[in-house]
């Protein structure tokens, strides 16, 4: 850990403007890397703590494999719990005006901050995660989790009893309704009778609230629960409640060893290392990058014992078939979930439909919050 990240650790109880004041104090003091020219300068943008688990956890271990793959050749720095917005204007820019030559953001609400700063440093190359929007001087990346997704909604379609199955989301953005729609189908493929609920809250990362809506939604009689949030919170709160739940992000099996069926997981591991060569050997481009489980981005984490044998053939026949290009997820014939044909039978939905997805398929209750 850098001497710039601990100051800003310490300092984030104190509020947020104090933390500004101390990332550009320690940017102006050198962030304790070494002198321009020795080592690359790069910096990573967090949307929440590094923690133990989650969406920031699986971007740091991308950063550390960074730092073991070049040594010397590297200096890697990170601020956590960056707000979208304003906020992280400034932040990036701070990482690019103290020399950082590569920055990678990693949230969606990261995308026009990093484009607006990027503008302003044509000589820093910008990596961005989840977004769309490009420049000469800006990537984008993203993983392919609807993949993982389909395959853990097997697993739960199988396990459920109460054929009600509770997803706590964060945003209603094309990403997450993908994720949404690809776990019913998975669910469905196993379990028509079965429906998927969603609670929204609103935020990547607030423990309290995912703890909250897995709550509400084993009230529900919800016995399996998912999310597309951060925290572990959704998977200690099946173990309290003695339900399963699936994990995201990372293996989240330590919180729920009981609970804990598996998890669609991120390795930004190889990715990180391939751009950071292409950085230092002066290959470099803008390009969009979106792999899965082919590409070892999307990972399944191991299987709870409790998981039937027959479902953990389905669930590796699924994924070598997604892996070698026989199996699509979004293949029709695919419906809403307000009876309209969306994918006819022999066709299969493409990438541009899938990045602007904002449908529910037929299994998710509800309509799409807006």
Same mark, same amino acid.
């Given at each position: 850990m850098t001497q710039g990240t601990g100051l800003w650790m310490a300092a984030r109880r104190r509020g947020w403007a104090l933390m500004l004041a101390v990332l550009a104090a320690a940017l102006l003091q050198g962030d304790g890397l070494s002198a321009a020219g020795a080592s690359l300068k790069i910096g990573f943008v967090y949307v929440s703590p590094v923690g133990d688990a989650g969406w920031t956890y699986q971007h740091d271990l991308g950063r550390r494999a960074i730092e073991r793959a070049f040594g010397d050749r590297v200096k890697t720095s990170y601020v956590e719990s960056v707000p979208e917005g304003a906020d992280a204007t400034r932040v990036i820019r701070g990482l690019a005006a103290s020399g950082h030559k590569l920055i990678f953001t990693t949230s969606f609400g990261f995308m026009n901050p990093t484009i607006k700063v990027a503008g302003e440093f044509p000589d820093v190359k910008f990596e961005h995660a989840s977004g769309y929007k490009r420049l000469d001087n800006v990537a984008t990346y993203l993983a392919r989790f609807y993949e993982g997704r389909y395959l853990t909604g097997l697993v739960a379609g199988h396990m459920t009893r109460s054929n009600i199955i509770g997803y706590v989301a964060a945003f209603p953005i094309p990403e997450v309704v993908r994720g949404i729609n690809a776990f019913t189908l998975g669910v469905r493929a196993v379990n028509p009778a079965a429906d998927v609920r969603v609670v929204w809250t609103s935020s990547w990362y607030d423990p309290g609230r995912e703890r909250e809506a897995a709550e509400a939604l084993i009230s529900q009689r919800a016995d399996v629960v998912t999310q597309h949030t951060d925290s572990t919170a959704? +998977? /200690?709160?099946? /173990?309290?409640r003695g339900v399963y739940a699936i994990g995201y992000h990372s293996d989240m099996s330590a #919180? =729920?060893?009981r609970a804990h069926l598996t998890a669609s997981t991120h390795n930004w591991s190889n990715y990180y290392i391939r751009r950071v060569r292409e950085f230092l050997d002066n290959k470099w481009k803008s390009?969009?990058?979106? =792999?899965?489980?082919?590409d070892g981005m999307v990972v399944l984490a191991p299987l709870n014992r409790a998981v039937p044998e027959k479902v953990r053939a389905l669930v590796a026949e699924k994924t070598a078939a997604i892996a070698d290009g026989r199996f699509h997820v979004f293949a029709g014939p695919i419906t809403d979930n307000r009876g309209n044909t969306r994918v006819a039978a022999g066709k299969? %939905?493409?990438? =541009?439909? %899938? %990045?602007?997805?904002?449908? #529910? +398929?037929a299994g998710v209750t509800g309509k799409l919050k807006q």
């Amino acid at each position: 850990m850098t001497q710039g990240t601990g100051l800003w650790m310490a300092a984030r109880r104190r509020g947020w403007a104090l933390m500004l004041a101390v990332l550009a104090a320690a940017l102006l003091q050198g962030d304790g890397l070494s002198a321009a020219g020795a080592s690359l300068k790069i910096g990573f943008v967090y949307v929440s703590p590094v923690g133990d688990a989650g969406w920031t956890y699986q971007h740091d271990l991308g950063r550390r494999a960074i730092e073991r793959a070049f040594g010397d050749r590297v200096k890697t720095s990170y601020v956590e719990s960056v707000p979208e917005g304003a906020d992280a204007t400034r932040v990036i820019r701070g990482l690019a005006a103290s020399g950082h030559k590569l920055i990678f953001t990693t949230s969606f609400g990261f995308m026009n901050p990093t484009i607006k700063v990027a503008g302003e440093f044509p000589d820093v190359k910008f990596e961005h995660a989840s977004g769309y929007k490009r420049l000469d001087n800006v990537a984008t990346y993203l993983a392919r989790f609807y993949e993982g997704r389909y395959l853990t909604g097997l697993v739960a379609g199988h396990m459920t009893r109460s054929n009600i199955i509770g997803y706590v989301a964060a945003f209603p953005i094309p990403e997450v309704v993908r994720g949404i729609n690809a776990f019913t189908l998975g669910v469905r493929a196993v379990n028509p009778a079965a429906d998927v609920r969603v609670v929204w809250t609103s935020s990547w990362y607030d423990p309290g609230r995912e703890r909250e809506a897995a709550e509400a939604l084993i009230s529900q009689r919800a016995d399996v629960v998912t999310q597309h949030t951060d925290s572990t919170a959704p +998977v /200690q709160a099946a /173990q309290d409640r003695g339900v399963y739940a699936i994990g995201y992000h990372s293996d989240m099996s330590a #919180f =729920g060893p009981r609970a804990h069926l598996t998890a669609s997981t991120h390795n930004w591991s190889n990715y990180y290392i391939r751009r950071v060569r292409e950085f230092l050997d002066n290959k470099w481009k803008s390009t969009n990058t979106w =792999g899965g489980i082919k590409d070892g981005m999307v990972v399944l984490a191991p299987l709870n014992r409790a998981v039937p044998e027959k479902v953990r053939a389905l669930v590796a026949e699924k994924t070598a078939a997604i892996a070698d290009g026989r199996f699509h997820v979004f293949a029709g014939p695919i419906t809403d979930n307000r009876g309209n044909t969306r994918v006819a039978a022999g066709k299969t %939905l493409p990438d =541009g439909a %899938l %990045l602007k997805m904002d449908w #529910f +398929v037929a299994g998710v209750t509800g309509k799409l919050k807006q």
